[in-house]
């Protein structure tokens, strides 16, 4: 069976999460969150950790139903903190790489190319 490889690019105000057959680079994305907050633009530190609950929640779904074997995070750092606590202990051990850049406005060509040079 090939592995899968999910690739989550997010800050605390959009996620994008693409997937990739083994360790290539081919990424589709198969879901772009965003952290819509109803009082305007700014986001408080509440919204982000509510966020990233969320992001998290989706990424744990996503291993509970087998649908990668394999996580790669590019994740603005202090969000990557936040994912990282609400992750559980075997979604943790599932990740091979952390990139600590906020990667998420790029579009997909432009992540792989970063991606590659790591």
């Known amino acids: 069976m090939a592995v899968t ?4 690019v997010a800050d605390g105000s959009r ?10 680079l081919d990424l589709r994305e198969i ?13 408080s530190e509440k919204d982000r950790e ?3 609950k969320t992001v998290a929640d989706r990424v744990e ?6 649908r990668y074997q394999r996580l790669r995070f590019a994740v603005e ?11 559980s202990e075997e979604t943790r051990q599932m990740i091979f790489e952390e990139i ?3 990667l998420s406005a790029l ?12």
């Open 50 to 52: 509510k966020f990233a």
């Open 61 to 66: 779904q996503g291993r509970l139903h087998q």
């Open 15 to 24: 996620a994008r999460i693409f997937e990739t057959p083994g360790l290539k």
């Open 107 to 118: 579009d997909a060509r432009e992540i792989q190319a970063h991606l590659r040079r790591h």
């Open 31 to 43: 879901e772009d969150l965003v952290n819509v907050v109803p009082n305007g633009p700014a986001l």
């Open 100 to 102: 600590n850049e906020d």
């Open 77 to 87: 750092p202090k969000f990557l903190g936040m994912l990282r606590e609400r992750l």
């Open 5 to 8: 490889t999910w690739v989550v």
